[in-house]
């Protein structure tokens, strides 16, 4: 079956730097993106990746290690507006988007 | 005014009402999708359009149906709601891409009681 595994949640402090990881195993690959959602909100595109490495938007980039299955999502200068859940898609080989059940990250002044 | 707009945002209802969630959109994007979000899970697609006439059932479809009344439109029904379709509900778009982001509607919460 498909699978995507990212922890339940995380607690860092206020400007620090933080690593949400995301593991998967999907029927095929084309692509994985990355959303945050704050509580009670719709989620917003923070990232894809499709091709190996990291890929670098402001204080967020994103990682992908295609032969692990892997990917993450690192967040640096952490501020309180980023107390969210980080919800990590992968796209199998029918376009279809398989959700992990994404990480509440609690920020801690 | 939001691109992705849903109603009701929130919604308490009966086991056996009929109940619709409506989402219109003004980005101009052919491809709607609806979810549902449940604590623990992660997002369950429930249908999905490519456009006025192309209807596809997703990962949950039984107990919903959908209606695609023209691009900007695409409607979900519950036809004889129960407790276990409460949930969050979404309506995403898309551009006419596999790859491009899904924009996201403010979400419909529904209490089926």
């Known amino acids: 079956g498909q699978n995507i595994d990212q922890p339940t949640e995380m607690t860092a402090t206020e400007g620090a730097i933080v690593q949400i990881n995301c593991t998967y195993q999907?029927?095929?690959?084309?692509?994985l993106f990355w959303y945050q959602q704050h509580a009670g909100e719709a989620p917003t595109f923070l990232s894809y990746?499709?091709l190996d490495g990291l890929e670098e938007k402001g204080r967020f980039s994103s990682f992908l290690s295609r032969s692990k299955g892997y990917s993450y999502l690192l967040l640096k200068e952490l501020q309180m507006k980023d107390s969210a859940s980080y919800l990590c898609?992968?796209?199998?080989?029918?376009?279809?988007?398989?959700w992990g059940a994404g990480t509440k990250l609690i920020i801690k002044p | 005014d939001a691109d992705v707009t849903q109603t009701p945002r929130n919604r308490i209802t009966k086991t056996g009402k009929r109940i619709m969630l409506e989402c219109s959109q003004t980005?101009?994007?052919?491809?709607m999708y609806w979810y549902r979000q449940d604590p623990g899970l992660g997002l369950r697609l429930i249908y999905y359009?490519?456009?006025?006439?192309?209807?596809n059932k997703g990962e949950i479809s039984d107990g919903y149906s959908v209606s695609r009344q023209a691009q900007a439109k695409f409607s979900l029904s519950l036809e004889s709601a129960i407790p276990n379709q409460t949930a969050l509900y979404f309506c995403?778009?898309?551009?006419?891409?596999?790859?491009?982001?899904?924009?996201f509607g403010e979400g419909s919460r529904l209490t089926v009681l």
């Open positions: 990746n499709v």
């Open positions: 359009s490519f456009d006025v006439k192309d209807i």
């Open positions: 898609a992968v796209m199998d080989s029918n376009y279809q988007l398989i």
């Open positions: 999907t029927s095929g690959f084309n692509g």
């Open positions: 995403a778009t898309r551009e006419t891409t596999d790859t491009g982001e899904l924009f």
């Open positions: 980005k101009g994007h052919d491809r």
